[in-house]
């Protein structure tokens, strides 16, 4: 297949992958300072470091300054997340608010679910694929949530995390970054 007949396919792919609501993020946060936009969306469950860098292309960031704030940001929650949200999510299934519950409950069967059985298997690698590949519903908070679910020992989890965030910081600069160059260099 020809490379230029692509290239429209492989922008709109990069353009979804988080770039929709990392649109409405930061038209929802556009009174704030770029940088801290970029920071507070690589923060957020299900946008992350995706979001982030999703963000920092449509706000004109350039790549070399947001990498290192969208990793910052979307590393910032992990140890939390490791050390504290088997405890929490115990105390939100048995918490008498009712959307609590249920959002334990969810949460609890999301991160014990099919995904989880291929990283108990393989733990390390397993973890660090979950967390590299930015595929909805992957990514850093819930890789550190099925780690923490599984009793994946931290050893071996947080090294996995972070390495995947790095894979997949490589993936979303190619994806938002070096793709929507090609193109300008095709055109």
Do not use: D
């Not at 923060?43 to 790549?63: C, D, N, Q, S, V």
């Amino acid at each position: 297949m020809n490379f230029e007949a692509m290239l429209p396919v492989l922008v709109a792919a990069s353009e979804e992958n988080g770039g929709g609501l990392a649109q409405k993020m930061v038209n929802l946060l556009g009174g704030l300072p770029p940088m801290l936009i970029i920071f507070i969306i690589s923060m957020i469950p299900i946008l992350e470091l995706r979001g982030g860098l999703a963000a920092a292309a449509l706000l004109k960031i350039p790549m070399w300054k947001a990498v290192g704030v969208c990793i910052l940001g979307n590393i910032l929650p992990i140890p939390f997340i490791l050390l504290f949200i088997e405890k929490i999510l115990n105390w939100m299934e048995h918490c008498k608010i009712g959307w609590m519950n249920k959002l334990a409950l969810w949460l609890k069967e999301r991160a014990l679910g099919e995904k989880s059985q291929k990283i108990r298997k393989y733990e390390f690698i397993g973890i660090l694929l979950f967390v590299g590949i930015p595929l909805p519903g992957t990514g850093a908070w819930t890789g550190s949530l099925i780690a923490s679910l599984l009793h994946v020992s931290r050893k071996k989890s947080v090294p996995a995390i972070f390495l995947g965030l790095l894979l997949a910081t490589t993936i979303m600069c190619i994806g938002v970054y070096g793709i929507p160059a090609l193109v300008r260099a095709f055109r």
